[in-house]
C-alpha cells in the first residue's frame, strides 16, 4: 500500500519562508514525476511545480523565482520551498505521485491528504 504524507505547513506572515516535504512508502517500484498542487477557499486546484525523476522542473508563473521543487530519489520525497510568501499563496498544498509499484505494473498516480499553509498579511 502506498501513501504520500505531507509536512511542512504552517502560519507564516508575508515575505517569509516554509519548506514543505511528500514522503511516498509503501512498496514502491519507480516513481516518475511528482507534482504538487494547491487549492485555496472557494477556488479550484491549480498547478503550482513539478520535477521528474531526472530532476527537470517547471512551475507556475506565478510562484516563478520564489518557489523551488527538489526531490531525494533515495528517500522517494519531494519537496517545496516556498519564499517570499504572500497572502495569496494560502492553500492547502497537496503533492501527487505517479508511480509503478511493481517492474511490470501500470503506472499510477496517488496524492497525499495536504497540508495547510496560511500567509498573513
Known amino acids: 500500500q502506498v501513501q504520500l504524507v505531507e509536512s511542512g505547513g504552517g502560519l507564516v506572515q508575508a515575505g517569509g519562508s516554509l519548506r514543505l516535504s511528500c514522503a511516498a512508502s509503501?512498496?514502491?517500484?519507480?516513481?516518475?514525476?511528482m507534482v504538487w498542487y494547491r487549492q485555496a477557499p472557494g477556488k479550484q486546484r491549480e498547478y503550482v511545480a513539478s520535477i521528474t525523476s531526472g530532476g527537470s522542473t517547471n512551475s507556475a508563473d506565478s510562484v516563478k523565482g520564489r518557489f523551488t521543487i527538489s526531490r531525494d530519489n533515495a528517500n522517494n520525497t519531494v519537496y517545496l520551498q516556498m519564499n517570499s510568501l504572500k497572502p495569496e499563496d494560502t492553500a492547502v498544498y497537496s503533492c501527487?505521485?505517479?508511480?509503478?509499484?511493481?517492474?511490470?505494473?501500470?503506472?499510477?498516480?496517488?496524492w497525499g491528504q495536504g497540508t495547510q499553509v496560511t500567509v498573513s498579511s
Open positions: 509503501g512498496s514502491i517500484f519507480r516513481i516518475n514525476a
Open positions: 501527487n505521485a505517479n508511480l509503478r509499484v511493481t517492474r511490470f505494473g501500470v503506472d499510477r498516480s496517488y
